[in-house]
């Protein structure tokens, strides 16, 4: 299949946002008087994640993921807390923070991006997003970025890829590939807009009977396979 336009995902695709969320919620707690252990992070990782599935599943807005999160962490814990506040400083100190890339993903961006078209397609929020791709060195490899606050929809809903596609000139479904880390965010939105995907499975997770990929690899380095072969 000959792909010109490539859809990345970017946290945990090309940034590591796992190292960069670690760091910016440890300033966070540090700043607020208290220590991020372990405990803290399950907590907090425990009601990150449901509000981020209810959000992707359309119970719940954006903003009741990003004013609640941190309220509702510090609330199980006995804690009454400033949870919009909260969330601020965390952005800011998510856009601050080192941004580091996976493997391969400045030497996939540097290459590709002279060949092909390139797109951000994020579940994210449009300023720190934004932010982050600048200081990561990636920003300018991209024609265009598409983040789910400025949408209004998220992966993996059609609503979001119906906006990517008529927002990107002369889309072609069949030149197109989505590339991403989440099976149910990624490629499931892949799959019900009829633009074929690349899951990137770097932690040999087991697959899904139902949301299967084009594509499944373990390095973002063996793109280059799929999207310029070798004749």
């Not at 009741?64 to 949870?83: H, P, Q």
């Not at 990636?138 to 993996?156: N, R, T, V, W």
Request: proline residues 1%; charged residues 25%.
């Amino acid at each position: 299949m000959s792909y010109q336009i490539l859809l990345f995902d970017l946290d945990d695709t090309l940034l590591d946002f796992g190292a960069c969320e670690a760091e910016a919620l440890n300033h966070l707690f540090h700043d607020h008087g208290y220590t991020f252990s372990d405990e803290l992070f399950h907590v907090y990782n425990a009601v990150n994640k449901q509000l981020w599935a209810d959000y992707e599943s359309g119970r719940i807005g954006l903003d009741e993921v990003l004013n609640t999160r941190f309220s509702e962490t510090m609330s199980r814990l006995g804690k009454d807390v400033d949870g919009m506040e909260w969330e601020n400083r965390y952005r800011e100190l998510l856009g601050n923070g080192s941004q580091l890339h996976m493997e391969g993903a400045l030497e996939v961006c540097q290459h590709l991006s002279a060949s092909h078209r390139l797109f951000i397609a994020t579940n994210g929020i449009t300023v720190t997003q934004i932010k982050r791709l600048k200081q990561s060195g990636l920003f300018d490899f991209f024609e265009a970025i598409f983040d789910s606050q400025s949408i209004g929809f998220q992966k993996p809903s059609t609503a979001f890829f119906d906006y990517v596609m008529r927002h990107i000139k002369d889309f072609n479904k069949k030149q197109a590939l989505m590339i991403g880390d989440s099976l149910n965010t990624d490629i499931k939105g892949g799959n019900l807009s009829g633009i074929d995907t690349c899951w990137i499975n770097r932690k040999a997770h087991e697959g899904s009977a139902e949301i299967r990929s084009t594509y499944t690899i373990t390095s973002l380095l063996q793109l280059f396979d799929i999207v310029s072969p070798k004749k």
